[in-house]
């Protein structure tokens, strides 16, 4: 089992830059393709991006100008930073983790832009 524990989220005023934190209770954080994805209020969740231990990244589908995934093994913590806030950013956010044998799941936080 790996626990996951987001933080960083809360109310953002449009335009204004965050960063999401995302740390993992394992010895091997290395061998996983760490993640998160957002569910938008009345939409599915979706793949926001991924990015592997070897610090290779990839976005889902249109969110590549509006996040930055990066991550720090020794630290064993996933980020994801965007620069100016906007309010169609407003959702709940969910760590991954995932390598070929399981996956896991943080309990994720909420981010909410508003004017």
């Known amino acids: 089992q790996v626990d996951l524990r987001e933080s960083g989220g809360g109310s953002i005023r449009p335009g204004q830059s965050w960063r999401l934190s995302c740390s993992a209770s394992t010895d091997s954080f290395t061998m996983y393709t760490m993640g998160w994805y957002r569910q938008v209020p009345g939409k599915q969740r979706e793949l926001v991006a991924t990015?592997?231990?070897?610090?290779?990244?990839r976005y889902g589908d249109s969110m590549v100008n509006d996040y930055t995934i990066s991550r720090v093994n020794s630290r064993k913590t996933v980020y994801l930073q965007i620069e100016r806030a906007r309010p169609e950013h407003t959702a709940v956010y969910y760590c991954n983790a995932k390598n070929n044998q399981a996956e896991y799941w943080g309990q994720g936080i909420q981010v909410t832009v508003s004017s």
């Open positions: 990015i592997t231990g070897g610090l290779t990244p």
